[in-house]
């Protein structure tokens, strides 16, 4: 399905006023009764859909954030109690059309909390393990400010609902070949709350929610990794009707470095050292997440051992004294080419060797490692 913005062919930015005019426009010039081009049917019914999705701006902010994607599943399905909102605005302008009047089920009128939101947000490796201040840039729905989130337009307020007459309830009778029934449901008009909005804001349609976009600064502490996810109380989305504001919940990635490897609370990396150096033992300097630090290699290192930095690792998630290592794979360097001198001096140590320990064998190699 087409963008939903496009199909009603409003900018992404539109207010409530703008959508409800758009979507009239379109619904006249597409619907079924009126237009009999091929198509005109299931582009009627894709206006509609998208609609239904933008006139509620808690169902728009998630297409905003998640696409159609973001309006599935149970926390993303659109609001039952809005369908009724669509069907009878089709009446107002096509009296009779089919299933508008039908039972519109129980509608949830009382307070609604907010959605949750999710910001993606990537970090470099470092901040991720000293923790940073981050200012980032959201989008989420605020009480509307021109209403003050009744939905009513200014000066005017919450009337009596002319069809229940401010009971909630309406009875209905249902007369079945076994007699008949009264059944008693909430009012369609009022949605249960006894009062209507007869002269909605015009700014939030009547919802009593406006898009913003707001600057936060988040604090992101020292130890967390990739997948770490962290919890904004109350700037998700407001609630409507005095319900209270969701969540924004911050998902964290955290950018790779081309010589440190994060496993945890420790890193990783490799450090290369000369094969006189693994021999004979040295100190080296080393990167690590604290600067250049001094590594001591003992005598006798051999390729591939692993040595370890105390306390250079990462700090622990909510106890950042406590800290991981630093573990460093020694890779020894051996020479592809040889002064006259070293040769030399390599071929008087080999002899020496052979002569010594391993009679049968000769060379660098089987002098000094075999
Ligand atoms: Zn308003």
Same mark, same amino acid.
């Given at each position: 399905?087409?963008?939903?913005y #496009?199909?009603l062919?409003?900018?992404?930015?539109?207010?409530?006023?703008?959508?409800?005019?758009?979507? @009239?426009?379109l619904a006249? +010039?597409?619907?079924? #009764?009126? *237009?009999k081009?091929?198509?005109?049917?299931?582009r009627f019914?894709?206006?509609?859909?998208a609609y239904?999705?933008?006139s509620d701006?808690? /169902?728009r902010s998630?297409?905003?954030? !998640?696409?159609? %994607?973001?309006?599935?599943?149970?926390?993303?399905?659109?609001d039952?109690?809005?369908?009724g909102?669509f %069907?009878d605005?089709?009446?107002? !302008?096509f009296?009779?059309f089919?299933?508008?009047?039908g039972?519109p089920?129980?509608r949830r009128?009382g $307070?609604?909390?907010?959605d #949750?939101l @999710?910001?993606?947000l /990537?970090?470099? !490796?470092?901040?991720a393990i000293?923790g940073q201040e981050?200012d980032? +840039?959201?989008?989420?729905l605020?009480?509307c400010t021109t =209403?003050?989130?009744?939905?009513?337009?200014?000066?005017?307020?919450?009337? /009596?609902?002319?069809? =229940?007459n401010g009971?909630?309830?309406?009875r209905?009778?249902t007369?079945t070949?076994f007699?008949?029934?009264t +059944?008693?449901?909430?009012?369609?008009? =009022?949605?249960?709350?006894?009062q209507?909005i007869a002269?909605? =804001?015009n700014?939030?349609?009547?919802?009593?929610?406006?898009?913003?976009?707001?600057?936060l @600064?988040l604090n992101?502490?020292?130890?967390?990794?990739?997948g770490? @996810?962290?919890?904004?109380?109350?700037?998700? *989305?407001a609630?409507?009707?005095?319900?209270?504001a969701? #969540?924004?919940y911050v998902f964290? /990635?955290?950018?790779t *470095?081309?010589?440190?490897?994060?496993d945890?609370?420790?890193?990783h990396s490799e450090v290369?050292?000369s094969? &006189? +150096?693994?021999?004979l033992?040295d100190r080296?300097?080393?990167?690590?997440?604290?600067?250049?630090?001094?590594?001591e290699i003992?005598?006798?290192?051999q390729p591939?051992?692993?040595?370890t930095l105390?306390?250079?690792g990462v700090p622990?998630?909510? *106890?950042?004294v %406590?800290?991981?290592?630093h573990q460093f794979?020694i890779?020894?360097?051996l $020479?592809?080419?040889l002064?006259?001198e070293?040769?030399s001096?390599?071929?008087q &140590?080999a002899?020496?060797h052979a002569?010594?320990?391993h009679?049968?064998?000769s060379g660098?190699f089987?002098?000094?490692?075999?």
């Open positions: 399905m087409a963008d939903y #496009d199909l062919g409003v900018p992404r930015e539109a207010d409530a006023e703008t959508l409800k005019r758009a979507y @009239r426009r006249r +010039q597409y619907h079924p #009764d009126i *237009n081009d091929p198509g005109a049917e299931d019914k894709e206006i509609g859909r239904e999705v933008l701006p808690q /169902t998630r297409y905003d954030q !998640f696409g159609e %994607a973001g309006l599935g599943g149970a926390a993303g399905a659109p039952m109690g809005d369908m909102g %069907a605005l089709f009446e107002t !302008f009296s009779g089919g299933g508008a009047g039972a089920g129980p009128r $307070p609604r909390q907010g #949750d @999710r910001l993606d /990537t970090i470099s !490796f470092k901040e000293f981050r980032v +840039q959201i989008r989420h605020e009480t =209403c003050s989130g009744s939905g009513a337009k200014s000066g005017s307020g919450p009337t /009596t609902c002319g069809t =229940c009971a909630g309830q309406v209905r009778a007369r070949p007699g008949s029934f +059944q008693v449901a909430p009012c369609p008009t =009022c949605e249960g709350t006894g209507v002269d909605p =804001c700014a939030c349609g009547g919802q009593g929610l406006q898009q913003v976009r707001k600057k @600064r992101i502490p020292a130890g967390v990794d990739s770490t @996810r962290l919890r904004v109380a109350g700037e998700g *989305n609630g409507q009707r005095g319900g209270p969701g #969540d924004l964290l /990635t955290v950018q *470095n081309s010589q440190l490897r994060r945890g609370i420790h890193i290369s050292v094969y &006189l +150096q693994a021999i033992g080296i300097e080393v990167e690590t997440v604290d600067g250049p630090e001094t590594l003992p005598a006798g290192t591939g051992a692993v040595l105390t306390g250079k622990k998630l909510g *106890n950042p %406590a800290r991981g290592n794979t890779k020894v360097k $020479p592809t080419k002064s006259s070293e040769r001096l390599l071929d &140590l002899g020496h002569s010594k320990d009679p049968h064998k660098l089987g002098g000094l490692f075999g």
